[in-house]
């Protein structure tokens, strides 16, 4: 580019002549100057990844939660991980709250109330708070090459030591904090609904104008349903009747374990699963006995081929083709013959004991009742579609028909759940 300006460009190290001459040496050097560059990289990055695979840090910033240190190799030193004493507490907090069913903005409102900082000695953010959730640091695994697999054509060099520093938190607990912001990704559930202390927030509708109910009020005694044009807008918009907290949602719940949640209900269930196992092992049976008949086919017409071939009957390149199809074919069908074992396998594992379910009765009350909001909120959505409200009656949709009567739905009078006054 500087040549095409007119500018000479004048080396110390390396003197070229401005002649054709020279420049085929320019040409040579800078082949080689690349050709260098190049190899000293792949030797670079061999070394990194050596140092990785054997639990040492390559470099950076330690994770908050850990300190760097020092750790002698030989004639070198290494660097690895360990917990710090005044900051691991808050990161096993902080995946303690995440598993409890809190989202990020909870657990960051927590830690700063608390008058904690995070790394840089500011407030906590939601963002800092998401990638400490995130980062299989914690569990005492080293991950290295992440980055350099996103890079454009790129090799794949991610790298995975377990065990190369003393853990924070355990795998167990790493999985169940990502399986629980999985739930409450923003795709699954609203933001707003996270947070919400309203149990049927996304499932009760206005039965006049179709808007979803919210939340109304301050403190644990004043709280209400309204309709959502109501409360953003006006009264005059829909003037839909206003409901007590307490009330609907302590009938929504005593009708799923009334109305669902009974030895009798589960029972019917699980007697209905079991047959729909018992039906589909009779086809898997099937399948798997027709498989069988096939393979010894196959085999049956390779031992004739195999025989022709021995009395020397036939050339062995005259027969290779169909040998080979036929290897062919019984491999595909030894394929489908394991999947099929494996399926009838699953349908007698999967089966349902009737004795079980009384034990499972109890548990799920008690889930319905004593665990998360998040999670009484996944619970109810599996068993409640929606509930709409009209100016006389609630009516509540299930999202199967439900015994004994086998309603997909049932209605009841308004008047017990109105906020008067």
């Known amino acids: 580019m500087l040549r095409k300006h007119g500018i000479q460009v004048v080396s110390i190290n390396e003197p070229v002549e401005d002649t054709p001459s020279g420049r085929l040496l320019e040409g040579i050097i800078e082949v080689i100057d690349e050709f260098y560059s190049a190899n ?157 202390p309203y149990l049927l927030s996304s499932l009760m509708c206005c039965g006049r104008c179709g808007a979803a109910m919210v939340g109304q009020g301050t403190g644990p005694y004043y709280r209400y349903y309204v309709c959502g044009n109501a409360h953003r807008k006006d009264r005059e918009v829909c003037s839909s009747p206003v409901l007590r907290k307490d009330r609907v949602e302590r009938f929504v719940i005593d009708r799923i374990k009334d109305y669902v949640l009974t030895k009798k209900n589960l029972e019917e269930v699980a007697e209905l699963t079991n047959d729909e196992l018992a039906q589909a092992g009779i086809g898997v049976r099937e399948r798997l006995t027709l498989l069988e008949a096939q393979v010894a086919e196959v085999d049956s017409r390779l031992n004739k081929l195999y025989d022709v071939l021995e009395t020397g009957q036939f050339e062995r390149g005259d027969l290779s083709p169909r040998i080979r199809a036929l290897v062919q074919r019984k491999e595909e069908l030894q394929q489908a013959k394991n999947e099929a074992e494996e399926a009838l396998q699953h349908c007698t594992m999967d089966m349902v004991d009737p004795v079980l379910v009384h034990d499972y009765v109890n548990e799920l009350r008690d889930l319905l009742t004593r665990s998360s909001i998040t999670e009484q909120k996944s619970f109810l959505k599996s068993f409640v579609e929606g509930i709409q409200v009209s100016d006389t009656e609630v009516k509540i949709r299930y999202t199967i028909p439900m015994p004994p009567q086998g309603l997909s739905e049932e209605t009841t009078g308004l008047l017990p759940f109105i906020h008067h006054g």
């Open 40 to 196: 000293l990289s792949q030797d670079v990055l061999r070394g990194m990844r050596e140092n990785a695979s054997r639990g040492f840090r390559n470099g950076g910033r330690a994770p908050y939660g850990y300190v760097r240190v020092k750790v002698q190799e030989g004639a070198k030193e290494r660097t690895k991980l360990e917990p710090d004493p005044q900051t691991a507490p808050i990161v096993q907090r902080i995946f303690r709250e995440a598993i409890s069913g809190k989202g990020l903005k909870a657990i960051v409102r927590g830690l700063n109330a608390d008058g904690l900082t995070s790394k840089t000695g500011k407030k906590w953010g939601m963002t800092s708070v998401e990638k400490i959730l995130h980062n299989e640091t914690y569990t005492g695994t080293l991950v290295w090459g992440r980055k350099r697999e996103k890079q454009v054509g790129a090799k794949p060099l991610v790298l995975r030591t377990d065990d190369a520093w003393p853990a924070i938190v355990d795998s167990a607990t790493f999985a169940a904090a990502q399986a629980g912001m999985a739930a409450r990704a923003p795709g699954v559930i609203h933001p707003r609904e996270v947070e919400s």
